[in-house]
Structure formats: C-alpha cells, structure tokens
C-alpha cells in the first residue's frame, strides 16, 4: 500500500500545518508592496499642493489692541486686504444697540460682531461689500458717514458703528472675519 500522507493533491500543494498556502502569503505580499508603491507616487503630488510657508504665515496675524482709544481706529492687514479694529466708546455702543436690528438690510446685532465680554472692540475687514473699495472713517479726521461709522466715497455706502450697512448701495455689512482674544490685549485674526 502507498502512504497516502506522502501524495500531495493539487488543492494541498504548498499548505502549511495551519492551512496558509504558500499562494496566499504571495498574495498578501504583492498587494502590499503596490500599496507601499502606490503611496511613494501619490504622495508627493498631493503635498506638493499644501501651502507654502510663507502662504501660512499670512493666513492668521495678530493686532496689540492695547493702545486704542475708546473712539479710535487702527488699519491693520490681513490676508493682503485692510483690516478695521475699532474701540467704541459707550456713546457708540449705545448707538448701535438702539437701532431695530429689523430695519436693517443685513440684520445683526453688535453682539453677534463682537465677543463676549468685548462688545466695546470691533473687528472687521476695511473692504465695502459693493464693489471692494476700501471705506473711510478709521483714521482721525477722515468722514464716518451719517451714522458715525464707515464711509465709502465710491459710491456712497455709510456704515454705522458696528460696520453694518445702512445706506446705499452695498448689500451686506463690513465682514467680521474669524478671530480671538490672546490675551486682554492682544486678538489673532484667521
């Protein structure tokens, strides 16, 4: 009689005591290795399209509050557009929360355009939202409109002051752009 344990069938060929046959370990080695390859090519393409350094350096800056004025205005920079950072004083406050946000164009109210527990520091891109000219009213001695805020001698927007439009051709109030307060007197924009 033959010994049956020698005689390998074909569909036994190559298997293991724990039944991986030699095929499978190829497989699951091929498959790997083009994932690894796959990788090494896809990879630099798709890094090669994240931001520059100097593209994320400008993304975000940071503005030193502190030596605003109530009733002042500071022109800062961000992301190449003018920036407004404007300390208002309680006159103005109380301006902006007498109006009825309804009669307004684009209703906010100044507490939605400023943080909590800094209501008196608004911040908001210097670009009209009708044809990107840049208003008047943050520096001294320039016209802030008929409601004390911004003015853009373009084509006559006024804005109020929370920076929201009440007459004129622009459509939307001043952007109030994403930012935060470091410190007491220190806000990082972007």
């Known amino acids: 009689m ?6 390998a069938t074909p569909e036994t ?6 039944g991986i046959r030699r095929r499978d370990f190829l497989d699951i080695a091929a498959v790997s290795a083009a994932g690894i390859g796959g990788l090494a090519v896809v990879y630099p393409l798709v890094s090669q399209m994240a931001p520059s350094k100097d ?5 975000s800056t940071e503005v030193d509050v502190a030596s605003i004025e109530p009733g002042m205005a500071i022109k800062a920079i961000f992301r190449k557009q ?10 103005e406050i109380q301006m902006a929360e007498g109006v009825a ?16 527990g800094h ?14 000219c840049v208003p008047l009213g943050a520096a001294v001695g320039e016209p802030r ?4 805020g911004y003015f853009c ?19 939307k109030n001043l952007e109030v752009p994403e930012y935060e307060f470091t410190s007491d007197t220190v806000i990082q924009v972007g």
Request: aromatic share 4%; hydrophobic share 30%; proline share 8%.
């Open 119 to 132: 209501k008196d520091m608004l911040v908001t891109m210097g670009v009209c939202t009708h044809l990107g």
């Open 55 to 59: 593209v994320l350096a400008a993304s």
């Open 82 to 91: 003018p920036l407004f950072v404007r300390r208002l004083t309680p006159q």
């Open 153 to 171: 001698p373009c084509h006559g927007s006024h804005y109020d002051t929370a920076g929201r439009i009440r007459k004129g051709p622009a459509p």
């Open 145 to 148: 409109g008929e409601f004390g």
């Open 101 to 116: 946000v309804g009669s307004l164009r684009d209703p906010q109210t100044l507490e939605e355009r400023t943080k909590e």
């Open 2 to 7: 033959a010994d049956t344990a020698a005689t």
């Open 13 to 18: 060929a190559g298997e293991t005591d724990t």
